[in-house]
């Protein structure tokens, strides 16, 4: 019995340690801008809508996660 509630306090504490935070930029800077920089074939419309539902589904998620 106490082994399992010492593992169920263990997850529940990485859990918490485990919540991040997203944030999305632009500027992402160093080797990810230079890479992305070189592709010549870029469609803005589709990184847009990409851009669009991923942050959609991030505010879905952080507004499930409040009581």
Do not use: H
């Not at 593992?7 to 160093?30: D, I, P």
């Amino acid at each position: 019995m106490y082994k399992f509630l010492a593992l169920f306090v263990l997850v529940a504490c990485l859990c918490l340690v485990a919540e991040a935070q997203l944030t999305f930029t632009s500027s992402w800077g160093g080797k990810r801008a230079a890479i992305a920089g070189t592709v010549s074939c870029r469609n803005d419309e589709a990184i847009a809508a990409i851009y669009k539902m991923i942050q959609n589904e991030a505010e879905r998620f952080i507004l499930c996660q409040k009581p």
